[in-house]
């Protein structure tokens, strides 16, 4: 799977500055098939809608936190072949190995730029190419 | 020099979101007072500081990073049983978040915030190592230096976290790491985030930025910041007002639907124009003609309603920021006071919500200082110990009324006229014709106080004569109801909006003036033979009250040329009063147009009347105050050229 432009993201944060930047730094790589959904479980909602082929998540939110979408998403037949990126605060061992531990294909922390974002999405083109 | 040049966009957008989200904050840590068990609680305000963390990390205010981070920790800890809530830990964290927010205040002024107090900072670094905060003076390490956060952020990636990882995710999943999770670990090199531009070269390699990691965990290293600038000659700089504004999407998608109608309209109409032109008339035509204008009006009328709409926010965005000023103020004060908000959702024009800010925060201040008693007061006179401070918002018709009431002393009309003599407002002979309402409203009395403000509390260089100015600007009303023994109401009547004006147009011979509508009790017919002369004036008693009539020509110091026949009863704050006109023409909503430079004295603004005619709006307030001395207000006017 190579970097198709076309790919359809979902940026996922309970807070919106935060889904723009998001959505910017996908712009500046090229990315502009982007919608957004404010927690875990409007996320799960759309995804289950079909169509989306890459999630960028956040992990702390009301409702449906991260980590438990990124384990839905993995326990769901038709979702659990999405690539993931998981987004955190900080990089706390425990949770990277819990991030691992679920199935996350990435992880990145903030702040971050266009570049480590660019740098993380290839390493998972990558491999999802390869599998 | 904008140390954000770039990100101005996003600086608003994150400095709006994280002002909402500190409101809440605030109003959930009043809330764990009374529950501070409730996980619930302890959860949303960690994961607020953890939000405003993750954004000022983009903007590279590694300040706020600072300070969330620790007080976010702070809740870690908290919700998960290892420390448990003390007033003194409590202080403590009304102290970051106070820090937090004069951070958002040196974000908006566009520069990077001060390092946090050294004092707050160690306080927080105490409670985190299990020390209760003392009140020490500031650690060791000279406050403009970053503080080593790494040694007291315990549950955050230590200097020598950093290589194991690898390691340890191999025992976990028992496979070896691979490429693209081997990176997992690896954190940008935190350059300014959104302003870098794409690039080709890979950022930075994983040793150097373990490395520069391990120095900043939180950002920014110490060499990045810009040079510390005064910050007490920035906070001093006045605050630039908030120029942008939330809309719900749907509220702008009726706009555009209405604008598009109105566009068919238009087509409509045209059509009909060129057919009226070429010659037709027949009743069809005209039918049609009729239909459209009809259309047309209705279409215009919803528009601007939809429009006036975009403009309108819920209050609660401004109520939210008191509970927790009414808590620190009765804190200070030793007393135990609940401020209970109601009607948050009513909705009012943003530009009022502004201007409101500073006068409720008065009145707040007032109930709580001035209004409800210490707790031994209240247990003497068989009252619950905790008093009750409402503040409540709905929508009465046109008007959006505003109450603050308190369960306190109430106020004594007796005491107000004693205090108001005293001090020399008003006098003997003026103090006892004055009815209850008229006493209590003494207090709005410029140089009026019923007690030494001795505490900074009320201070503020505001009275509560500015408090009805602030309100009266807004084209409000504000009224006292007290009950000695309990309590006091305050009561803000305000219009939905200030662009549109209610007014009443009266005509002095051929000229029609505007009269703010809001003013008017009724109006009656002047018979001469009731008017009495007292004390060389002419009054007239209508309903047992005895009113002054004043000639709007008087007023504005034009020639008298006939018997006024028809009266406006009047009501400003003040005073009440009959004001003598020659005739009416009827009522109607202006829309405002301000003189900008040129605006003489007792006008508040013009407006268009349907036929074209330009139309004084009165300010009663100005007329009424230069009364007497008349002449410069009469010799604006007439210099004035309608059209």
Redesign the interface.
């Known amino acids: 799977m190579a970097a198709d432009p076309k790919t359809r993201f979902l940026v996922v944060d309970d807070f919106s500055t935060m889904r723009r930047i998001v959505r910017n730094l996908l712009k500046e790589l090229g990315f502009t098939n982007v919608d957004e959904a404010e927690d875990g479980a409007i996320a799960l909602q759309k995804l289950q809608n079909g169509g989306f082929e890459f999630v960028v998540t956040d992990w702390n939110m009301p409702n449906m936190d991260g980590l438990t979408l990124l384990q839905t998403i993995r326990a769901t037949p038709t979702l659990k072949h999405l690539p993931v990126l998981m987004i955190t605060a900080e990089a706390k061992k425990e949770n990277i190995i819990a991030a691992a531990q679920a199935g996350a294909s990435g992880y990145i922390v903030k702040p971050f730029t266009a570049g480590t974002l660019s740098e993380k999405l290839n390493k998972i083109f990558e491999k999802f190419g390869q599998a | 020099m904008s140390d954000f040049s770039g990100m101005e966009d996003?600086l608003q957008?994150?400095l709006q979101?994280?002002h909402d989200?500190l409101s809440d904050v605030d109003n959930k840590l009043v809330d764990l007072e009374k529950t501070p068990d409730d996980k619930g609680l302890l959860n949303?305000i960690f994961?607020g500081f953890?939000?405003v963390?993750?954004?000022a990390?983009?903007l590279?205010a590694s300040e706020l990073v600072t300070l969330c981070?620790l007080t976010e920790n702070l809740f870690d800890r908290l919700r998960n049983g290892e420390l448990q809530l003390t007033a003194e830990l409590m202080d403590v964290i009304m102290d970051a978040t106070k820090g937090v927010r004069e951070m958002f205040g040196e974000l908006g002024q566009m520069v990077q915030p001060q390092p946090a107090e050294s004092r707050v900072i160690a306080a927080l670094q105490g409670a985190l190592n299990g020390e209760m905060p003392s009140g020490a003076p500031a650690p060791v390490e000279p406050p403009p230096v970053i503080v080593p956060l790494a040694s007291g952020a315990p549950?955050?990636?230590g200097a020598s976290?950093e290589p194991?990882?690898n390691q340890?995710?191999e025992v976990?999943?028992g496979q070896a790491v691979?490429?693209?999770?081997g990176?997992?670990?690896?954190?940008?090199e935190?350059?300014p985030?959104?302003a870098?531009?794409?690039?080709a070269?890979?950022?930075a390699r994983a040793d150097a930025e373990a490395d520069s990691?391990a120095a900043s965990?939180y950002?920014r290293r110490t060499s990045d910041r810009p040079n510390p600038q005064p910050a007490a000659a920035r906070r001093t700089e006045e605050r630039a007002r908030e120029n942008t504004i939330r809309v719900d999407t749907s509220r702008l998608d009726q706009v555009l639907n209405l604008s598009g109608e109105i566009g068919l309209t238009k087509n409509r109409l045209t059509s009909l124009r060129a057919d009226i032109l070429a010659g037709k008339s027949d009743s069809e035509t005209l039918h049609a003609l009729d239909q459209a204008v009809s259309q047309l009006d209705l279409l215009v009328s919803d528009l601007q309603n939809s429009v006036m709409k975009t403009r309108m926010q819920p209050i609660g965005r401004l109520f939210q920021k008191y509970p927790r000023i009414a808590r620190d103020l009765a804190r200070q004060l030793g007393k135990d006071v609940e401020l209970v908000l109601a009607g948050e959702e009513t909705e009012v024009d943003k530009t009022m919500i502004e201007d409101l800010a500073d006068p409720l925060i008065h009145l707040i201040r007032n109930a709580v200082d001035h209004g409800v008693e210490l707790p031994d007061e209240r247990a003497a006179a068989g009252k619950p110990a905790k008093s009750l401070v409402r503040l409540e918002a709905r929508q009465e018709g046109d008007h959006i009324v505003l109450i603050i009431a308190d369960d306190g002393k109430g106020m004594s009309a007796e005491r107000i006229r004693a205090k108001a003599v005293d001090k020399g407002l008003i006098s003997e002979e003026e103090a006892n014709t004055l009815d209850e309402r008229q006493s209590l409203n003494l207090i709005f009395l410029p140089g009026f106080s019923t007690k030494a403000q001795v505490s900074d509390v009320s201070g503020r260089g505001v009275g509560m004569d500015v408090v009805k100015t602030n309100i009266q600007k807004l084209n409000g009303s504000v009224e006292i109801r007290s009950e000695p023994g309990k309590g006091s109401v305050f009561l803000i009547s305000l219009p939905l909006t200030l662009a549109i004006l209610p007014v009443l147009l009266v005509l002095l011979g051929d000229q029609p003036f505007a009269l703010p509508l809001s003013l008017v009790r009724e109006i009656l017919p002047i018979d001469q033979q009731r008017i009495q002369e007292v004390g060389g004036k002419e009054t007239m008693v209508v309903r047992g009250e005895v009113l002054p009539i004043i000639s709007l020509a008087r007023m504005l110091g034009w020639p008298l040329v006939r018997t006024p026949e028809y009266g406006v009863f009047m009501q400003t704050a003040e005073r009440s009063f009959i004001l003598s006109v020659d005739s009416f023409a009827g009522r109607d909503d202006a829309v405002i147009k301000s003189l900008e430079d040129f605006r003489p004295k007792g006008v508040a603004g013009v407006t268009t009347l349907s036929n074209g005619q330009i139309v004084l709006i009165l300010d009663m307030k100005e007329l009424l105050t230069d009364l007497g001395q008349h002449g410069e207000v009469g010799t604006a006017i007439r210099n004035f050229e309608f059209g």
Do not use: C, M, Y
């Open positions: 996003l957008d994150f979101e994280a989200l949303d994961r953890h939000t963390k993750g954004g990390g983009f590279n981070h549950t955050s990636a976290g194991d990882w340890l995710h976990v999943t691979k490429a693209a999770e990176e997992l670990i690896t954190r940008a935190a350059a985030a959104v870098a531009k794409p690039s070269t890979p950022v990691q965990p950002g």
